[in-house]
């Protein structure tokens, strides 16, 4: 058995680095104006001291507390100090062990490491350590090694690598870009800097944003104006994030190992063992179908799990692409043709929902047009502007008719499928499917259809809705699916 | 192996829906004003209702109950008007828990719950014998984490 270990000391104050930034600024800023007195500053300041002094008291108890040992099947981890944890996980049982390496924690080459199985919390590592650079990367090579050097097909061996373009990850960060995410990227920025540096300087950072927003809005309504900034601010920003994010991808399979590199101002190096891949999923809008591109994510516990993490393979891929760059790094997962899809007499099951929300939608508004004249021009704006998402849903709907369906390739099995206004392919193994549930209304066995729920393996509860397939099909697929 | 669920749970749904409507009508008739045209409507409704539940949907439920163990899966269907069939393959089934409510000492009944990562399937309302083969005959043999295995490339499967 090899020695128990300790973090890097840093840890002591990593874990409440927040908290003492938060009461340490002030505290340098008082003692700044007080001109160095310390006596008067301790005199004025001494809870604020009391509290700091308690945290990295607590620090260092918790960094005492925390040890572990690298032994020759398993890592033994203990922690904690009021409630103590020791748990022995079996490297065998990893699902993926992540290095990460933030800039602030560079010069000092120490690194963040997760480490993650099929169980435990969804929302937190099983194991989370600051380490040395080297102690990390000799825990990865404890811990993964033996699936980098297992053969990825019998008999061949090889390090083979993906590195998409700079210009893919921004596409992939055009389509995950969410307006909420940046706004409340802001908000929080906002607030933070006004409890770290001062309440006038939250009203100069508000202050200027509110300037910027005046002298782009020409001849715009001040309200519309700000909403405007609202949404394109949260946007590029939420855009910006994901770019930095991702921007350096590259993925590298060895064995049955594959590695991911990503970020620039916090490198990411995440190790996943394949045969714990949950699923591969290619996302597509309406307009990245039209133009036959997607972006492909995976489902494996601990990848993409963070605050601001995707769980991305292939940030963007044509239809030819995707199938060149899965034999490269993924060949397990093979994308298949439809099998089984909807039969032509379901077509109006597609398009009644969206056709009845636009019919509803036009009548609903000519009713408030007739009822109130006066609001006529408003109420016609709000027809267009709610028409709109309708009428794209109903494109949607006749793209999905062509989309959904199941594939069955060996053991391998695809599920087209949609939600919203995404498209989805799923590509798993069938030992990966947890359940299965058809489902059957009472107009959808008059027309001879019925839905799939296939319920897959992952960390969190997920599962592929494939609509309308026709009821011998569905019959002759759960017949496939037991053998 | 197949089987349904309890017949008692049959008089046990008709009583509750008895004991729901029961409480509705006191609700209406604290609420309503009496012998009013929407009073009338409210009860009669309620009424309805309870005929349709006790003599038409309850027993159709109660009929589309039932369950089917195989060598490969285990199946439960159930479903009226929306016919529901819920599939779990016996090689991810990780666990396999045995339930017990606050009527089930009375009834002698449980329900099994059938634990695979990422899905649950619940049997409910076995009757207590039936509950306890079908434990025994569920609870995998083999560590589900062999079945979970696929080697690279062809998709075989270990175990």
Redesign the interface.
Known sequence: MDEFQRQHPLAIVHAFSKYILLLLLPLLRSLLLLGGNIWVWASGAWFDILILISVVGFGILQWLCTTYALQNRGIYVESGVLFNEARYIPYSNLSSAVVEKPFYLMPFRVVRIRLETDSGSTKRADVSLLLRESQAYQLVERGTTPLAEAPVRPGSRGIRTYQPRALYIAILSLITSNTLTGVLFLATFISQTGKVLGEQFEAILVHSLTRIVRFLAIQVPPAAAMVAAIILGGWGIAFFINLINHLGFQATRSGKRLAIRVGILVRKEYYLAVERINFLTLRQSLLTKLFGFGSAFINCTGYGKEKNELSVLLPAVDKRDLKRNLRLILPEMRVSERRYKPPKRVITRFLIPPCGTIVGLLAGFLLLGYLLPSLRGLILYFAIMSEIPAVWWLFVKIAAFFHVGIGIREDIYTFNSTFAYAFFTTVLHKDKIAKVEVRQSFFQKMAGCADIRVFTFAETRHHIRVHNIAADQVEEFLRILGK | MEGRISKKMLAVWECIAVLAAGALVMLILWLLPARTWYWYLTLWLIGLALVFCCFLWLPLYYESCHYLV?E??IEYSRGV?????????R??IMYVTILRGPLAPFLRIRSLMIC??????MLPFLPIREAEALLKEITPKRPAIK????S??????NG
């Open positions: 195989t490969e899966y008007f929306f016919f529901v069939r819920t599939r779990v393959l090689r991810s695979s990562m990422g899905a649950n399937l079945g979970r295995l696929f690279a490339g062809r998709g075989k499967r």
